[in-house]
């Protein structure tokens, strides 16, 4: 079977039917919406589903939609959640799962010792298999589980993505919050152009009562910044300037705003640029380039919020000073305190990704890409680079220009710097190349 077969699944129709067979912990037929789980999903920690959790949400989204019409045909898109999982392995029983030899409902065929359900692998020549299952899971854990094993070489979940209509969800204080929203585009530290339905639901004696947080947002006539409940997503074109980011961190009502304030004002040193191309981003520049130039300022106002009454807006805010520390105290540029190699995004890919580079000083450098076997496919770059944040591109072809395979990858950074006796640094990571 090709690799474009396993691809050919990540549609949102094939997720959302997946999605809608689900058993309580009594195994007994839970009617649970597609929405719930899909909510659920993203909320919980565990493996198998949380039907206690998921029948809870399902009962605050019948309130959210019985109190406000405009909510009712919006649907949680199964964005970044997946019920495949996809794994490359040399192990004894790839054999048995390329003739169908699997206990479905059982156990899978490589003894981890776990009952998830697995009903269905479809794998390639080359040892990829694609995993589904007759329940959702978390794939993130479970995939955790396979990069364990010896024998397997990949292991991840085989990711939807896509904008359109969504909810979001968190429950804080005995209050389920519910975010509506309709448009496209999301982008953390950048511009969303959406309209937003924020949705409260608690229990009363009579059941639960949904209410909408903003009756100004009723009848958007146009999209509208004004906030986000979850992480971590954060559109920040809302502020006009630092210091209203920094009057928002220590000021702000509502610990949504202040935490908001500061989730998004750390990722500003880490993008140079919004993720969205499609609104008019100039207002995102000023912010970036505002705030880069005056991180003590910054780290003034994230040491004031370690003292908020609200613990998520503490915590926040030590998760961002945490974060700003592996950055060097050198101004007016930001440069990592240390060398390293980030993850390529996207991962996978095709048919091209690209991997971020931190120099803490002026470097001579290399970037190449490896096969399995070891052997060197192509060099990205050789030669010296000043400090700071570098990105660069594979294409997914070799040195003679020919596009190479599916399959994993490696890519090496090594790194020797010219001002200080460091030695030389080296770091690879893998990644996935799918056709």
Not at 65 to 85: C, E, G, K, Q
Not at 185 to 207: E, K, L, M, Q
Not at 247 to 266: L, Y
């Amino acid at each position: 079977m090709k690799r474009r077969t396993f691809l050919g699944i990540c549609r949102k129709s094939a997720i959302a039917y997946a999605l809608l067979s689900v058993f309580s912990s009594n195994q007994s037929r839970a009617q649970i919406s597609t929405d719930a789980i899909v909510l659920t999903l993203r909320a919980q920690s565990g493996i198998h589903l949380d039907t206690l959790m998921a029948l809870e949400i399902d009962s605050g989204l019948v309130a959210a939609r019985n109190n406000v019409d405009t909510v009712r045909s919006i649907h949680a898109f199964p964005d970044y959640v997946s019920t495949h999982l996809l794994v490359k392995t040399n192990a004894t029983w790839a054999e048995a799962w390329h003739q169908g030899n699997i206990h479905t409902g059982e156990r899978y065929i490589d003894s981890l010792g776990e009952e998830y359900g697995l009903n269905n692998v479809q794998g390639d020549p080359l040892n990829w298999f694609l995993l589904s299952f007759s329940a959702p899971k978390q794939m993130r854990r479970l995939a955790l589980l396979y990069k364990n094993h010896p024998d397997v070489i990949y292991a991840e979940p085989n990711w939807y993505m896509g904008d359109g209509d969504r909810i979001q969800y968190f429950k804080k204080d005995n209050v389920q919050h519910f975010v509506f929203s309709r448009g496209w585009g999301d982008c953390p530290a950048g511009c969303i152009s959406r309209f937003n339905w924020y949705v409260s639901v608690i229990r009363s004696d009579t059941g639960r009562i949904g209410q909408l947080e903003d009756q100004v947002l009723l009848n958007n006539p146009a999209p509208y910044f004004y906030r986000w409940n979850i992480p971590s997503t954060y559109s920040m074109t809302m502020f006009s300037s630092l210091a209203s980011i920094v009057d928002t961190i220590n000021s702000a009502q509502d610990w949504w705003i202040r935490r908001h304030a500061i989730e998004g004002t750390w990722r500003f040193y880490f993008r140079n640029s919004p993720w969205s191309s499609h609104d008019d981003n100039s207002q995102w520049y000023l912010l970036r380039d505002e705030i880069r130039a005056s991180r003590s300022e910054v780290v003034q106002a994230l040491n004031q919020a370690l003292h908020d009454a609200d613990l998520d807006v503490r915590a926040s805010a030590q998760h961002a000073l945490d974060t700003l520390m592996t950055l060097s105290v050198k101004e007016p540029g930001v440069f990592p305190l240390a060398y390293f190699l980030a993850q390529n995004y996207p991962n996978p890919f095709n048919p091209s990704t690209t991997i971020r580079i931190g120099l803490p000083e002026r470097s001579t450098i290399t970037v190449r890409v490896f096969n399995t076997l070891g052997q060197e496919i192509c060099t990205l770059f050789s030669g010296e680079r000043e400090p700071g944040y570098h990105d660069f591109i594979w294409d997914g072809r070799n040195t003679a220009g020919n596009a190479v395979s599916s399959g994993v990858y490696f890519y090496l950074l090594e790194a020797e710097g010219l001002e200080k006796d460091a030695g030389v640094f080296k770091d690879s990571k893998k990644m996935l190349l799918v056709k």
